[in-house]
């Protein structure tokens, strides 16, 4: 649009357009938060899923590796068969306390998201942004009186108020 093409434009267009931008930029918002929410939830269900995951391989595989572990620890090194165990499980153990870490790392990157603190500080950030909006000083043509200078959002409630 061209400075040419705004002058030929009536206030009611103008208030119409500028209520267009301004739902645009809403949408915008709340699409922004929806993406952000759902990036958070995704990181908390994988952390979720990793503790998950930890819980299971401690129950369900625990005493299938320990027994396997602990015959081959006793095979490998002829120690006493409550040695090669206790190694086992230990070894069972760790593993389970990596995958636990690995949820605890996916879980505080989720709670450090904040993206609703994020997109109500960007919403903030606009709305302060197009309060301080001055109008285009534009050339008022000869033999036309000048209208007083109103923000877009003052037009608006203007308009409103009149119909």
């Known amino acids: 649009m061209s400075a040419a093409d705004g002058a030929d434009r009536s206030l009611g267009q103008l ?17 922004l938060a929806k993406a952000q929410l759902r990036q958070d939830a995704k990181r908390a269900g994988i952390g979720g899923g990793a503790f998950a995951a ?21 095979a490998w090194s002829d120690w006493h068969l409550s040695v090669c165990f206790l190694l086992s ?16 790392v996916f879980a505080k990157k989720a709670k450090k ?3 609703p603190q994020k997109v109500a500080a960007s919403a903030k950030e606009s709305a302060a942004v197009l309060g301080n909006v001055k109008p285009h000083p534009r050339a008022v043509p000869a033999g036309t009186r000048e209208l007083p200078a109103t923000t877009p959002i003052e037009a608006a409630s203007v ?5």
Request: hydrophobic share 60%.
């Open 113 to 115: 998201g904040k993206g």
């Open 54 to 74: 930890a819980v299971a391989v401690l129950i369900f595989s625990l005493p299938m590796l320990s027994f396997a572990l602990a015959y081959g620890i006793h």
């Open 89 to 104: 499980f230990a070894a069972n153990v760790l593993f389970a306390g990596l995958l636990a870490l690995i949820g605890l």
């Open 15 to 31: 208030v119409a357009s500028a209520t267009a931008e301004m739902s645009a930029l809403m949408h915008d918002e709340i699409a």
């Open 159 to 163: 308009t409103r108020s009149s119909s």
